[in-house]
């Protein structure tokens, strides 16, 4: 009789550590959080007859570690990605899609309820949603907590793809720790799981923090002297990705005051007297090793503009181009960390989600293999 799907995984993963004449409490340590792998826990996903699957990310990490040979008489360390050399790459890049396939056969077996799929699911948490906070002055009234009618929500900024997110994040992971917290609440056990950056840098200070600790991502957002409303996404080379106005427009109506434009934060639409039209927004998707845990990942969602930030939400959970995009990034991206700013248009000022397989909507992307290969 065939081994399960389980057992398989099971069994090679004990072999792998065989191979690297590794025990298990080495294993843990290598793996890099043995304050959240014990020895017990390797042992269950090595346990052929009652396995527990490991998480697609531990998986991930496996994969990288028995891509090099390690020294019996050295402490094991992880490698990066982009330190392997063409023929550990490879060796990598086959061994994550072997352990990936056995896993996915063993949660889809007959019988075993799916989790979900794709970025947006997690194995394990906490998985914590950082969304920026709108600045006093353009709060509702009910953002004050002296209000009867007090509502959190109203503090948030960018609520459209908050809700866009979070809707389709609970229903990939409905046993998963999840939350979404305003910048200033953050605390060090939501810093070092798995995180979601919503929005710039100006209104969410998590955002600016961590973007300057992911050294290899060559893609920031900066904020420049002509725009006043959004930020901007700049490479090393000084190139930058902007939205796109349409022409300055007539109005019938008398220009608003320059009290009244900043008050508004319409200070981007008009200039010199005239107003123009958001036609096409910037949008900015990242998946990337947590800074501050390497076994979590950080998620950022960006935009120039709000549109942009909904539109990278979008990408992953609008159904009309959320399959054909998984499949895109999971061919185009096959270690699982990337970067790529993509075109937003605007359609009578709706946000739309960007279709990857579209050539003109991509506008940059970056992976650690191709820093490697450079």
Not at 11 to 26: E, G, I, N, S
Not at 103 to 129: H, Q
Not at 200 to 207: E, F, H, K, M, Q
Not at 287 to 312: D, F, I, Q
């Amino acid at each position: 009789m065939a081994p399960s799907p389980e057992a398989e995984l099971a069994d090679r993963l004990r072999a792998l550590r065989r191979q690297q004449r590794l025990t298990q409490a080495k294993l843990a340590r290598a793996l890099g959080d043995a304050k959240r792998i014990s020895v017990s826990t390797i042992s269950s996903w090595e346990n052929s007859s009652d396995p527990k699957l490991p998480s697609a990310d531990l998986l991930r990490s496996y994969a990288l570690f028995c891509a090099q040979d390690h020294s019996a008489d050295a402490e094991p360390q992880l490698p990066r990605e982009q330190d392997l050399n063409a023929s550990e790459r490879e060796k990598f890049t086959a061994l994550h899609r072997e352990l990936i396939d056995l896993r996915d056969a063993a949660r889809n077996k007959p019988g075993t309820a799916s989790a979900g799929a794709g970025l947006w699911t997690f194995e394990e948490g906490p998985v914590t949603a950082i969304c920026p906070e709108a600045p006093a002055a353009y709060r509702s009234p009910l953002a004050d907590e002296a209000n009867p009618n007090y509502t959190r929500m109203y503090r948030y900024a960018d609520v459209d793809a908050l809700i866009e997110l979070w809707g389709h994040l609970r229903a990939c992971n409905p046993e998963l720790d999840a939350a979404h917290k305003l910048p200033d609440e953050a605390n060090a056990p939501d810093m070092t799981g798995h995180l979601i950056l919503l929005g710039g840098i100006v209104w969410n200070n998590v955002a600016h923090q961590l973007q300057s600790l992911v050294r290899d991502l060559p893609i920031q957002q900066v904020v420049t002297a002509d725009l006043f409303n959004g930020e901007v996404f700049m490479l090393p080379d000084g190139q930058e990705f902007r939205p796109l106005w349409s022409d300055y427009e007539r109005t019938s109506t008398k220009a608003p005051t320059k009290e009244e434009i900043t008050a508004a934060q319409t200070e981007d639409v008009w200039r010199n007297g005239q107003r123009r039209t958001l036609i096409e927004d910037v949008a900015f998707l990242a998946r990337v090793p947590n800074p501050l845990n390497h076994t979590r990942t950080l998620t950022v969602c960006s935009g120039v503009y709000s549109r942009g930030v909904l539109g990278a939400v979008r990408v992953l959970t609008d159904i009309a181009v959320r399959d054909r995009n998984e499949a895109y990034l999971a061919s185009r991206f096959p270690g699982g960390s990337f970067a790529i700013l993509m075109r937003v248009p605007l359609v009578n000022g709706e946000a739309m989600s960007p279709d990857l397989e579209i050539p003109h909507n991509v506008l940059y992307e970056w992976s650690p293999s191709d820093e490697a290969a450079a």
